[in-house]
């Protein structure tokens, strides 16, 4: 089975930065694309980036780009989030998401971490 | 951007009964679509995909219709345990969106 566990998440003030992870269990993580989708407290899912199985292709929300890096180590089946310059609204739960085998699908799903932004 | 528009924001039905649920791109996806269910506390899970295709494991009862702009969702026999939030997500182009959700209830 699947397991997907983040971790990282925390209190933070504005302007500041955090490092959000996610290691997957499975050995054929460098075989999947993979990306973080966020959700706010009582709101819907907002997609915030992805990464390429090769980490050659990266594609960012607009809401986050020039604040937020995706990248992955597939020696250690991990993804990141470097998250700077944070703001209030980037207040939420991280999920990393896993794509089908040879599909581009978010067919896996960690728990996600909670990230809180305030002074 | 692509704007997917989810209906009715919340369906309230009986166990047993048939639910259908609405998504609506604002221009064309083709079937790059996807269905999610969450459920409260939990992660989302991934239900159908390219609009029709059942993910492994979703119940029978679960089906997904559609193609170009508009979609549906629907549960042929609500059991207590679909009560959840659904959303549907596209993928044919960056960014990736997501629909606001439909909130399924068992009375």
């Known amino acids: 089975e699947v397991q997907l566990l983040e971790s990282g998440g925390e209190l933070a003030q504005p302007g500041g930065s955090l490092r959000l992870s996610c290691a997957d269990s499975e050995f054929t993580f460098s075989s999947h694309a993979m990306s973080w989708v966020r959700q706010a407290q009582g709101k819907g899912l907002e997609w915030v980036s992805s990464?390429?199985?090769?980490?050659?292709?990266?594609y960012y929300a607009d809401s986050v780009k020039g604040r937020f890096t995706i990248s992955r180590d597939n020696s250690k089946n991990t993804l990141y989030l470097q998250m700077n310059s944070l703001k209030v609204e980037d207040t939420a739960v991280y999920y990393c998401a896993k794509d089908l085998p040879d599909l581009d699908w978010f067919g896996f799903w960690g728990q996600g971490t909670l990230v809180t932004v305030s002074s | 951007e692509i704007v997917l528009t989810q209906s009715p924001a919340t369906l309230s039905l009986s166990p047993g009964e048939r639910a259908t649920l609405s998504c609506r791109a604002s221009?064309?996806?083709?079937?790059?679509l996807a269905w999610f269910q969450q459920k409260p506390g939990q992660a989302p899970r991934l239900l159908i995909y390219?609009?029709?295709y059942r993910a492994t494991g979703i119940p029978a009862r679960f089906s997904g219709s559609g193609s170009g702009t508009d979609f549906t969702l629907t549960i042929s026999s609500l059991e207590p345990e679909d009560s959840a939030v659904y959303y549907c997500q596209q993928r044919i182009n960056w960014p990736l969106t997501f629909g606001g959700g439909t909130k399924v209830e068992i009375k």
């Open positions: 990464i390429t199985k090769g980490g050659d292709f990266i």
């Open positions: 221009q064309s996806v083709t079937t790059q």
């Open positions: 390219l609009a029709s």
